[in-house]
C-alpha cells in the first residue's frame, strides 16, 4: 500500500486543526496572538522548514495559488458586505470611502517612491508593488472588524468597510503596473485605462454587484412573504450569489471583487429594510418559516464560518511557501518603513477633516493588516507575464510583509483591541 498522499495529509491537518481551534477557541482567544499566527507555524512545520510534507512554489504553482487566493478574498468581501449594516446615507461610510481611494493613492505613491530610489524598481514594478501592498486585508483583519450586528464603531466599521472596498479599487493600479511593464494594453495617451480599468469597471462593478444583490433579496423576500416558501439551504444561496456575480463582472470586463462586495451590501440592505417595524410579515406566514431578515443573518454566519475556513487553508499553504522563498536583506528596514511610516501618514492623510481622532485614528494606522489580497495580485502580476526577476524581488517583499503583519499584529491585536474595549466602557457613577 502506498504512502499518504499530499491531498490526505492536508485533509488531517486541517481536520485536527479546525477540531482544536474549535475546542480550544476560548483558550486561544485569551492569548495575545491570533488564530492566523496558529496556522503559520503548522504550515511552517508542515513544509520543508519543517517535517516536509508539503511543497509549495509560487513560480510554479502560480495558478493554483492565484486560484485559492481569489476565492478566499471573494468570500471574506462577500461577507465585509453584509456585516456593514449602516445606512448608505451615514456619515459613517466616508470613513472606508476615504481610507479606500484617499490613504490607497498615498500608499500607493509612496511605495512607487521608495521602490524607484530605494529598491532600484523599474517604474511599471515600483507602482505594480505599491498596488499589491496598498489593499488591507478582508479575511486576516476580522479581528479588529465588525462583528456584533448590533456594531457602529467607527473603528471597525471603518476597517471593516476599507478592507471590503480597496481590494477593488486597488485593480486599476495594478493594471496601471502592468501595462507600464508592457503586460496590459493602456491605450494611447493611457485612455484603455482610464475609460475601461478605472471609470467603467470600478462603475459597473459596483452597479453590477448592487444590481444582483438586491433582486436576490427581493426575490427571497417576495417568495418567503407572498408563497410562504421556506427557500432551505442559505449556504447555496450565498455561494449562488458571489459565483453568479463574480462571473458576470469578469464576462462584462468588470471588477469581480468590487462587484461580490456590493452584492454582499445590497442583500444585506434588504435584509434590514425587511426587519423594519413597518413591514411585518403577513399574519399567513407560518411561524416556524424564517423572516427573510433571519436568512440574511444565517447566510452571513455561514460565510464567516466559511471564511475561517479559507483562512486555515491559505494561511497554512503561506506557511508551507516560506521555505521556497528567498527573502532579501531590503525586507528589514522596508516593512518597518511600511507599517510604521507609509500606513500612518496615509490614514491621517486620507482622515483629514472626518470626526475620527485619538484612539480611532491611531489604531486605524496600526492596523493596517496586509494578507491575502496582497498575494492575489502579486500572484496575478505573476501570471501575466512578470519577468522571473522582478517576479522573486516582489514575491521577498510580499510574503516578508504578510507574514510580518501575521506576526506583529496577531500579537498585538488582542491587548490593543481589549484596551480600546475597556475604555468605551462608561465609568461607574459617570453620567
Not at 127 to 153: C, E, K, M, N, Y
Not at 285 to 299: H, I, K, N, Y
Request: proline residues 5%.
Amino acid at each position: 500500500m502506498n504512502g499518504p498522499t499530499a491531498f490526505t495529509l492536508g485533509c488531517i491537518v486541517v481536520g485536527a486543526l479546525l477540531i482544536a481551534m474549535t475546542l480550544g477557541g476560548s483558550f486561544i482567544s485569551r492569548l495575545p496572538l491570533s488564530s492566523a499566527m496558529l496556522y503559520l507555524g503548522v504550515g511552517i512545520a508542515i513544509g520543508p522548514w519543517g517535517l516536509g510534507l508539503w511543497k509549495l512554489d509560487a513560480l510554479k504553482d502560480t495558478q493554483l495559488l492565484e486560484r485559492l487566493t481569489e476565492v478566499a478574498v471573494l468570500i471574506s468581501l462577500f461577507t465585509a458586505g453584509m456585516k456593514l449594516k449602516l445606512p448608505l446615507k451615514d456619515r459613517r461610510w466616508w470613513i472606508p470611502l476615504r481610507l479606500a481611494s484617499l490613504s490607497m493613492l498615498v500608499t500607493v505613491a509612496a511605495v512607487t517612491a521608495i521602490g524607484i530610489w530605494l529598491l532600484d524598481l523599474p517604474v511599471g514594478a515600483a507602482v505594480l508593488l505599491g498596488a499589491i501592498l496598498a489593499p488591507t486585508d478582508p479575511v486576516l483583519a476580522s479581528d479588529v472588524q465588525l462583528s456584533d450586528p448590533g456594531d457602529r464603531d467607527r473603528l471597525r466599521f471603518g476597517l471593516t468597510g476599507e478592507g471590503g472596498l480597496n481590494d477593488g479599487t486597488a485593480f486599476p493600479v495594478v493594471m496601471l503596473g502592468l501595462g507600464l511593464l508592457g503586460l496590459h494594453d493602456l491605450g494611447a495617451g493611457g485612455w484603455r485605462w482610464a475609460a475601461v480599468d478605472v471609470l467603467w469597471a470600478i462603475a459597473g462593478g459596483l452597479a453590477l454587484g448592487s444590481l444582483m444583490g438586491a433582486l436576490l433579496g427581493h426575490a427571497i423576500l417576495y417568495l418567503r412573504t407572498r408563497h410562504q416558501e421556506a427557500l432551505d439551504a442559505d449556504e447555496f444561496i450565498a455561494l449562488g450569489l458571489i459565483a453568479l456575480t463574480y462571473g458576470l463582472a469578469l464576462a462584462c470586463q468588470t471588477y469581480g471583487f468590487l462587484a461580490v462586495f456590493a452584492a454582499g451590501l445590497a442583500l444585506q440592505r434588504v435584509g434590514e429594510k425587511a426587519a423594519a417595524p413597518a413591514t411585518e410579515p403577513p399574519p399567513e406566514l407560518e411561524p416556524a418559516t424564517p423572516t427573510p431578515a433571519e436568512m440574511m443573518l444565517a447566510v452571513q454566519r455561514f460565510n464567516s464560518q466559511l471564511e475561517r475556513f479559507v483562512e486555515v487553508g491559505i494561511v497554512l499553504a503561506i506557511g508551507v511557501l516560506l521555505a521556497t522563498v528567498r527573502f532579501r536583506a531590503e525586507l528589514l528596514w522596508f516593512i518597518p518603513v511600511l507599517f510604521l511610516l507609509v500606513r500612518p501618514l496615509s490614514v491621517f492623510a486620507g482622515l483629514l477633516g472626518t470626526t475620527v481622532q485619538g484612539a480611532q485614528r491611531r489604531l486605524m494606522a496600526w492596523f493596517g493588516i496586509r494578507g491575502i489580497g496582497s498575494l492575489y495580485y502579486l500572484l496575478y502580476a505573476i501570471h501575466h507575464g512578470l519577468q522571473p526577476a522582478l517576479a522573486q524581488q516582489l514575491l521577498s517583499i510580499t510574503v516578508g510583509v504578510v507574514v510580518a503583519s501575521i506576526v506583529v499584529h496577531g500579537i498585538s491585536v488582542t491587548p490593543l483591541m481589549n484596551r480600546y474595549e475597556a475604555r468605551k466602557k462608561p465609568r461607574p457613577g459617570a453620567l
